[in-house]
Every structure is written in structure tokens, then in C-alpha cells.
T-cell receptor
Framework: GDSVTQMEGPVTLSEEAFLTINCTYTATGYPSLFWYVQYPGEGLQLLLKATKADDKGSNKGFEATYRKETTSFHLEKGSVQVSDSAVYFCALSDNTSYGKLTFGQGTILTVHP | DARVTQTPRHKVTEMGQEVTMRCQPILGHNTVFWYRQTMMQGLELLAYFRNRAPLDDSGMPKDRFSAEMPDATLATLKIQPSEPRDSAVYFC?????????FGPGTRLLVL
């Protein structure tokens, strides 16, 4: 079945540091890929998405590129802020199950001033 | 700004009691999902509906959990009887195509 694997966390960075959170997936067909973010005490929010190979999703300074050849969708940000501290989830939709998502285990990011 | 709403936001109950959680999906969304989040298991899909019909509830303990959509504006998740191991945050999400929009969750503590 489909699966998503995220890099081990937690990740701790200083403000203005470069962020990479790795995500790889296993799926048949042509899935859509997503990054969701969960701030403390809140539900998950869509951060960005990409629906086909080589697409780049971007939002709030975050970017991720759909790489079919490496089955990856790594999340990057050039300069993190304290307010980016949250849990980040990579997910895929196989586009055949009415929007059902397969989530990674989540990566906790803490940014210090 | 349309949002998924969930009630109650917090619930403390005793083992054996019935718990009902409610979700109002975003108007016009035709797919509704129920998730459970714990530190140990992470995010688990319990059940989901499309156009109010249940598509998959294989993630739910069948003997105690039930999920319904009495109408397009309300989804419910019931636990009867509740057990301490049910303590978790329960999220509802709704969607139209492939993007899901999550509610703020119900934090359940079963003593």
C-alpha cells in the first residue's frame, strides 16, 4: 500500500537558519503530494501541495518540489522564524480514494531566537 | 473564511460513559474524515464519508465506535462505552476534491 516516510525529528534550529525536512513516498500511479502544518493546540492546516511531477508548491516562504525520479517531496525554507515552530506532516493522495490522505509520522520543528 | 467546526473542544469523562463528538463540515464539501491523534500512534484515520455515505470505517474499533452523517451539515462520532485508551485528540476534516480542511479538534480525556 501507499506510505510516506519523513525524516526523524525533532528538528531544532536557530532563527534565520535554513530548513530541510525530508519526505519520501511509495505509491502506485500518480499521487498528489502535500505538506500540512500543525501549530500547538490546533488542527492541521494545508501548507502547500503539488499535483504532478516537477511541480513546485510554495507558501509563506516554504517550498517543496515533486520529484518522481526520487519519489521525494522535501520541504525547505531559506530562513526560519520562531513562529514556524510546529509539527509538519507530509502526505499523499492517490487521487482514487475520494481525497483520502496517507500521512507521514510528522516532524517537530522548534526554532529558537 | 469558511472553517470546519467541532464540538466540544474539550471533554473529560469517566470510563464507561458515552461520548459524542460533532463536526460541521465546510458548506459544499462532500467528503468528511474522522482522525484520532495520540503521541504514541500519531494520526490515524478512523472513518470517512462521501456525500454522507460511509466509504471506509476500517480504522475504528467496531464494538465501541460509530460514525454517522445525519445530514450534510453534521457528522458525529460516538464512543460507547468509553475507555481510558480512547483518550486522544479527535479531528474532523472536510474536502471537495483532494485537499482536506481540518477542524480544531476535540480533546478527549477518559478517566
Amino acid at each position: 500500500g501507499d506510505s510516506v516516510t519523513q525524516m526523524e525529528g525533532p528538528v531544532t534550529l536557530s532563527e534565520e537558519a535554513f530548513l530541510t525536512i525530508n519526505c519520501t513516498y511509495t505509491a502506485t500511479g500518480y499521487p498528489s503530494l502535500f505538506w500540512y502544518v500543525q501549530y500547538p493546540g490546533e488542527g492541521l492546516q494545508l501548507l502547500l501541495k503539488a499535483t504532478k511531477a516537477d511541480d513546485k508548491g510554495s507558501n509563506k516562504g516554504f517550498e517543496a518540489t515533486y520529484r518522481k525520479e526520487t519519489t521525494s517531496f522535501h520541504l525547505e525554507k531559506g530562513s526560519v522564524q520562531v513562529s514556524d515552530s510546529a509539527v509538519y506532516f507530509c502526505a499523499l493522495s492517490d487521487n482514487t480514494s475520494y481525497g483520502k490522505l496517507t500521512f507521514g509520522q510528522g516532524t517537530i520543528l522548534t526554532v529558537h531566537p | 473564511d469558511a472553517r470546519v467546526t467541532q464540538t466540544p473542544r474539550h471533554k473529560v469523562t469517566e470510563m464507561g460513559q458515552e461520548v459524542t463528538m460533532r463536526c460541521q463540515p465546510i458548506l459544499g464539501h462532500n467528503t468528511v474524515f474522522w482522525y484520532r491523534q495520540t503521541m504514541m500512534q500519531g494520526l490515524e484515520l478512523l472513518a470517512y464519508f462521501r456525500n454522507r455515505a460511509p466509504l471506509d470505517d476500517s480504522g475504528m474499533p467496531k464494538d465501541r465506535f460509530s460514525a454517522e452523517m445525519p445530514d450534510a451539515t453534521l457528522a458525529t462520532l460516538k464512543i460507547q462505552p468509553s475507555e481510558p485508551r480512547d483518550s486522544a485528540v479527535y479531528f474532523c476534516a472536510s474536502g471537495l476534491v483532494e485537499t482536506q480542511y481540518f477542524g480544531p479538534g476535540t480533546r478527549l480525556l477518559v478517566l
